[in-house]
């Protein structure tokens, strides 16, 4: 159980385009979903905590215009990052937060985005 | 904000060998989690820990909540070369988690 998907799992685009990337929690309900940016040999940063229904919570520094969050459903999130530049290139990983007070969340298996 | 500090950075074991790894805080946690993730994957959940004091094993990990709260131990016994990877701990509090630096694990055939 507890299985989150991210799709799709690498993409290559041209600088000023937009890419779209999404978070599916596959055998559980996610009132909360969670996107990471993962630089080489470095741990997690957070970027934004997405709740179903609401708008997101951007972390300090993130810019909420370029990576734009939609939680529409308790099983879907998505993270667009618009007009990506070279940049924004990176490994980006969605989790999922269980519900019925466990506080544990489950990761999806990452999105690894290259801009040229 | 609250920061764990996650040790040592890395190691390089010979197979067979145990291994231990911790994460402290200054912040208090309800939930300390323990990660694994192989290169080009998403972490991949490995114990979590809910009550200070709980000692809980999967397999041959086995992984402690600080009866403080304030810090956590994972220990692997026996290890296999499919044991190499980044091993990251996570504490969780006020809707939020946070991530230690992560220990690079190398284990010698």
């Known amino acids: 159980g507890a299985v989150v998907s991210q799709h799709p799992s690498w993409v290559i685009c041209k600088s000023g385009t937009s890419v779209k990337i999404e978070c599916r929690s596959l055998d559980f309900q996610a009132t909360t979903m969670f996107w990471y940016r993962q630089f080489p040999k470095q741990s997690l940063m957070l970027m934004a905590t997405?709740?179903?229904?609401?708008?997101?919570?951007?972390e300090q520094g993130v810019e909420k215009d370029k990576f734009l969050i939609n939680h529409a459903s308790l099983t879907l999130s998505t993270l667009t990052v618009t007009s990506a530049h070279p940049e924004d290139s990176s490994f980006y990983i969605c989790?999922?937060?269980?519900?019925?007070?466990?506080?544990?969340?489950?990761f999806g298996p990452g999105t690894r985005l290259t801009v040229l | 904000g609250q920061q764990l500090n996650q040790s040592p950075q890395s190691m390089f074991i010979q197979e067979g060998e145990d291994v231990s790894m911790n994460c402290t805080s200054s912040?208090?946690?309800?939930?300390w989690l323990w990660y694994k993730q192989d290169p080009g994957e998403g972490p991949v959940l490995l114990i979590a820990l809910y009550k200070a004091g709980e000692l809980t094993s999967n397999g041959r990990l086995t992984a402690q909540f600080g009866i403080t709260r304030k810090d956590s131990f994972l220990n692997i016994s026996a290890s296999i070369p499919s044991d190499v990877g980044i091993y990251f701990c996570?504490?969780?509090?006020?809707?939020?988690?946070?991530f230690g630096s992560g220990t690079k694990l190398n284990v010698k055939p």
């Open positions: 989790s999922a937060e269980t519900s019925g007070g466990t506080d544990t969340q489950y």
């Open positions: 912040s208090i946690f309800n939930t």
């Open positions: 996570a504490g969780y509090n006020f809707n939020k988690f946070y």
């Open positions: 997405s709740n179903e229904g609401s708008k997101a919570t951007y």
